[in-house]
């Protein structure tokens, strides 16, 4: 009986032995976490704040990135490009699309785009047919109305944009909610 018990046991043990823990490894987890760490400072978000556009009164959000300087489009009591007047925003409401396959086309804002899209292809050697990555940051103040946002990022869409941000000022919150931006209204 004791041969087979023997026997028993060291089956037994042969089974179970590849269970064992013989070390743990920490070097694969520490490489892990410094690479968490590098790639999070070497991504984080670093330039100058866009100036606000004056007559602009951005609406505020809980949760959202700083903006970099980048080409501003401000949508107050009057439509700017860059800290240029192009039109008061209730005459960009009121102007009808020159082109009917784009309704929502705003032909002065269009013209004031397409310009600036077309030196930004010259001075970084983009082909005219491909769109722009420079960013275009849409200032709007926090009682415009959702379809002239919806006109002017048609606009800006079409004059060759392909990168829109919307802007809003930042609030310090106790919980940020999480993964939302809200935005308040007057």
Known sequence: MSRARERRSQRRAEQFAKFRITELNLVPLVDTFVSIVFFALTTATVGELAPVVPGVRLPEARVG??????????????????????????????????????????????????????????????????????????????????????RMMQTARLAGFKNLSLQVNKTQDAAPAPARVTAEVH
């Open 65 to 150: 990135q700083t903006a970099l300087q980048q080409l501003t489009l401000g949508i107050g009591p009057q439509v700017t490009l860059a800290g240029r007047t192009l039109m008061s925003t209730v005459d960009a409401a009121r102007t009808p699309s020159n082109n009917p396959a784009q309704p929502l086309l705003i032909p002065p804002i269009y013209a004031a785009l397409k310009e600036a899209a077309d030196s930004i292809r010259q001075e970084k050697h983009v082909p005219p047919d491909k769109p722009l990555e420079t960013p275009l940051a849409i200032q709007g103040d926090r009682s415009m109305r959702y379809d002239l946002l919806a």
